[in-house]
């Protein structure tokens, strides 16, 4: 067996590491950041707190704010510098996401204007989104009695709540005047009873929402067993060039994306019906379980202008009861358009496309997994910001699914844990990523502090005069092939693909080595790493041959 010299590697990764990590074993904060992130700041809201943060790439935190209430979905930076921020209260619906409030706080903290959306009839949950004539779309579940229910053509009739979406003029301080609505159970079919209302083929109408699909309540999913939970959509989207609104429906496993270019009146009809639907052609019984693609999704959104999936569609597609494992993607597609703006469709055939432009990653892996919640960003530079939000996980990747970027949220219900400490329920629901040019920084001095888990000893070294920091990846002059280990981050298991006949080793940050063994030119090698500690690692190749150096990957172990 072939021997490392553990003090050349030592030096190597003090010479291309800016953070420290000796000295104290990382689980939380900041773990990667490379010079292709793209810099600007993070906005952090941790689901079991009223805090939510600002931090920088070093996880320092820049402005926060405080709510006495605890996050009800969705908060987003609004371009004056304000806080606008989903809350949970108590009331007569309780399902998974629910919210109920909406707070718009300014960049100190003060409380602009409330909404409390929520009495016996409906409660926002999950997400708003602010439109730029400075009207909010809301959210919010609906209630239908089991009457009505049987007189829409349930087969087994029980309380249920379809989706709405209100638009709402805010009113300083408090409350807002309705100018929009758009309700489901205005669009409806169902081929049980021909005496009743809605009644035919959902799949002559893909236009329509089969009041006989998905499960109602406790039935695995999210909600209570006395919940009337239907749908559970957890995502609204506007793009105000179309002037559509996207929405996403994790009972369905569909992208919906409806027509806001109409008055009230006309959303009650033809015109309110989808315009294009994605993800489940079972739900219109134009499919069945093989031509299922997403699974559970979260936060639909047009990728915007400027990215190179501009105009595309991308959700983080949970993949809760994906065949083949429980394992997360991001998937990016491009609805079919024709000439006129229309989304087209064939009578006969499920809406396309019939495949994904782009999906991280490549190869699904249960060891990048979320069952709920959790969220994706695309970035002006190419890559995506991906919340992992069970695990409370943010990180970013590139077009070519390199991660540039790896954070572990630290505080839970409890409370910050501090470093070296293993945070728990730490989940947020989203993460989203302002630039350094964003007009909410217009005006303002961010002065970074103590990370959101208080003081520790891990340095981290600000670049340039943008505020961003960076951490160089090991540096990789003179060493090839790439071992390119994968996933990465990881959590349990990690596979590679030895270049040659040779031997590896698994280094700590302090340069010791933790794994070692022996590997054949082209042979998968598949390492157990859930039980060694979360960090930076580096694995190392030595070649059998001398026509070429040891090489080596970095390697970033998060928590459980």
């Known amino acids: 067996m072939t021997h490392f010299s553990t003090s050349l590697l030592f030096a190597s990764l003090l010479f291309c590491v800016a953070w420290s990590t000796w000295g104290q074993t990382q689980t939380v904060g900041t773990f990667v950041n490379t010079e292709e992130a793209w810099p600007g700041y993070t906005l952090l809201d941790p689901m079991g707190t009223g805090n939510t943060y600002l931090i920088d790439a070093c996880g320092q935190v820049v402005q926060s704010w405080s709510s006495e209430y605890n996050s009800g979905g969705a908060c987003y930076l609004l371009d004056d510098g304000s806080l606008l921020r989903g809350c949970r209260i108590n009331g007569a619906f309780a399902g998974g996401g629910v919210g109920g409030r909406l707070e718009q706080r300014s960049w ?25 004539n400075g009207h909010v779309l809301v959210l919010a579940w609906e209630s239908r009695s089991a009457q009505e229910a049987a007189a829409a053509g349930r087969v087994n009739p029980q309380l249920m709540w379809p989706e709405s979406i209100t638009e709402i003029q805010p009113t300083l301080p408090a409350g807002g005047e309705v100018v929009w609505e758009w309700h489901a159970w205005d669009h409806l079919v169902q081929n049980a009873d021909a005496t009743l209302d809605h009644y035919g083929e959902p799949s002559d109408h893909p236009e329509l929402l089969d009041v006989n699909h998905a499960a109602v309540g406790g039935g695995g999913g999210p909600g209570g067993a006395n919940s009337g939970d239907w749908m559970h959509a957890n995502a609204v989207n506007y793009n105000a060039d179309l002037d559509q609104i996207a929405v996403s429906s994790r009972r369905f496993n569909e992208v919906w994306i409806l027509d806001h270019n109409t008055t009230t009146e006309e959303a009650q009809g033809a015109q309110g019906d989808l315009l294009y ?93 979320s069952p709920n919640i959790s969220g994706v960003q695309p970035l002006p530079n190419g890559n995506y910001l991906i919340c992992e939000g069970a695990e409370g996980h943010l990180f970013e990747v590139t077009q070519e699914g390199n991660v540039v970027w790896d954070y572990i949220n630290p505080e839970g219900n409890f409370g910050a844990v501090p470093q070296g400490s293993n945070p728990n329920q730490n989940s947020v629901f989203r993460a989203y990523r302002y630039g350094m040019e964003h007009p909410a920084f217009e005006g303002k001095v961010l002065v970074p502090g103590d990370p959101v888990q208080g003081p520790d000893d891990l340095d981290c070294i600000l670049m340039g005069d943008t505020g961003t920091s ?64 979360r960090g930076l690692w580096t694995l190392v190749f030595q070649p059998e041959s001398q026509t070429w150096q040891r090489t080596a990957s970095r390697l970033i172990l998060v928590p459980h």
């Open 277 to 369: 639907r994605f993800g489940n052609p079972a739900a219109y019984g134009l499919g069945d379980e093989d031509d299922q693609v997403l699974f559970g999704q979260h936060d639909v959104q047009w990728v915007p202008a400027g990215h190179p999936d501009a105009g595309s569609l991308v959700v983080y597609n949970n993949g809760d009861g994906r065949p083949g494992c429980n394992c997360s993607s991001i998937d990016v597609w491009s609805p079919p358009v024709n000439g006129e703006g229309s989304y087209e469709w064939m009578a006969g055939m499920p809406f396309g496309p019939e495949s994904l432009d782009w999906s991280y990653p490549e190869v699904q892996t249960p060891t990048f997994f």
């Open 470 to 533: 960076a951490i160089s990846p090991i540096a990789t002059a003179g060493l090839a092939p790439s071992l390119a280990p994968f996933p990465n981050p990881a959590r349990n298991m990690v596979q590679w693909e030895s270049p040659s006949d040779g031997t590896w080793s698994l280094v700590n940050a302090q340069g010791q080595s933790m794994m070692t063994g022996t590997s054949s030119t082209g042979s998968m090698e598949f390492l157990e790493v859930g039980h060694l500690p």
């Open 108 to 132: 100190e903290g003060d409380l602009v204007w409330s909404l409390d959306f929520a009495n016996d009839s409906m409660h926002h949950h999950h997400d708003v989104a602010w439109m730029p």
